[in-house]
């Protein structure tokens, strides 16, 4: 090999080395962009579940005297204050795995599974609740009828219960499907920055 070669050769390895270095450092930056997508949409679910869990612990027990001084059957009200402390509970169980402390340190793949399992445990509890929610409702209008055996006054009363639940049930719903497409975007993030591993 002559010494010209040898120089065009050496020149080769240069520009190799410094595309080399070029796409690791895209590929950092392209982590670190990633990272931060995914960290804020972590916050803003947890934001949501924080409001959720401090509305909810504020809820059980004003209802629990509404119902009480309302009429409702002690059966009931002590049903409806336990169904939303469990609420209560499975939301704090959520936002716990969703603390980002795995994305801090670099377990991606654990954060994953973490959100994975989070979005899961919201569907499940979605299955429970919708079935409670229609037979919870179904007794209240009973207890109701019976509290307001006026026609008029009890389809007043029922009218202001519908209201109440279909406004709760939108925001409920708005906050669920912000939730699971957010935590999607959160898996599919990851998923990216793990290279393909599978968690779901």
Do not use: C
């Amino acid at each position: 090999m002559n010494q010209f070669e040898h120089e065009e050769l050496e020149q080769m390895r240069e520009q190799l080395q410094l595309l080399k270095d070029k796409l690791a450092r895209e590929h950092i930056i392209n982590d670190k962009v990633l990272r931060r997508a995914v960290r804020d949409k972590l916050s803003s679910v947890q934001r949501r579940s924080i409001a959720m869990s401090v509305l909810g612990a504020l809820a059980v027990p004003l209802i629990t005297i509404s119902l009480t001084t309302g009429g409702f059957s002690y059966f009931y009200t002590i049903l409806t204050a336990a169904f939303m402390a469990l609420a209560v509970l499975v939301e704090l169980y959520t936002m716990n795995l969703l603390k980002n402390r795995d994305l801090m340190s670099g377990d991606l793949l654990s954060a994953g599974i973490k959100a994975a399992r989070a979005k899961k445990i919201q569907q499940q509890w979605l299955m429970v609740g919708i079935p409670f929610v229609a037979v919870w409702l179904g007794w209240g209008a009973y207890e109701l009828h019976g509290m307001f055996p006026n026609p008029e006054e009890f389809r007043a009363m029922l009218i202001s219960g519908v209201v109440g639940g279909v406004i709760g049930g939108i925001i409920g719903s708005v906050i669920y499907y912000r939730n699971q497409r957010e935590l999607s975007e959160i898996i599919d993030q990851i998923e990216d920055l793990t290279e393909g591993e599978s968690y779901k």
